[in-house]
């Protein structure tokens, strides 16, 4: 898997994170996934090879086996090493083969900031091209009081140069390189 569609919440640049992003720009960072639902544990014995399907926006149908699992965290290998910030499933055990809907976006922190530096960790950090970016134009309304959704009726995107605005975005990425530890760092 060499390009990839990552979701990204101006909250993760606001928190100093990370800087803007810009299109045609090379950046370094981990992938985090997102279970939409638990990932069943993949049946196929004939099938022992990861899969990346994009589906929609920055969701992604996989079959991945679990390459690492602690109390608070795990890893996929779906072609490319990913994250879960939280306690896995119980059927996520190192070798396990899953599969299932997923969210991917950029790690917020969780990883180069405390994972990364655990004993035993994997090098989760990717080089990444970014070749566009889009932020989210849907019209927020009120769901329940004083709670706001984007409309799922009105719901798109359009290209920017970069995140300078503030929103939702999706980055389309080129996988340069990696996967490598990060370089340490802290949050101001």
């Known amino acids: 898997m060499a390009d990839v569609i990552v979701g990204l919440d101006d909250w993760i640049i606001q928190d100093g994170n990370y800087g803007d992003f810009a299109q045609a720009t090379n950046a370094s960072f981990a992938l985090e996934f997102y279970p939409v639902v638990p990932l069943p544990k993949y049946g196929r014995r004939d099938h022992r090879a990861p899969s990346f399907t994009h589906?929609?926006?920055?969701?992604y149908e996989i079959v991945a086996q679990v390459?690492?699992?602690?109390?608070?965290?795990?890893?996929?290998?779906?072609?490319?090493?990913m994250y879960c910030d939280g306690e896995p499933p119980e059927n996520a055990r190192p070798g396990t083969w899953l599969g299932g809907l997923v969210f991917i976006g950029i790690d917020p922190f969780p990883y180069f900031e405390n994972h990364a530096h655990e004993p035993g960790a994997l090098a989760l950090v990717y080089d990444?091209?970014?070749?566009?970016?889009?932020?989210?134009?849907?019209?927020?309304?009120?769901?329940?009081?004083k709670h706001f959704e984007r409309d799922p009726e009105k719901r798109g995107w359009k290209e920017v140069a970069g995140t300078e605005e503030g929103g939702s975005f999706l980055l389309h990425c080129k996988r340069l390189g990696g996967p490598r530890l990060p370089q340490s760092r802290r949050r101001p």
């Open 128 to 145: 990444w091209k970014i070749e566009k970016i889009e932020i989210e134009t849907g019209p927020f309304i009120e769901t329940k009081p």
């Open 67 to 81: 390459a690492h699992a602690l109390d608070d965290w795990w890893v996929l290998d779906a072609g490319v090493l």
């Open 55 to 59: 589906i929609l926006e920055n969701s």
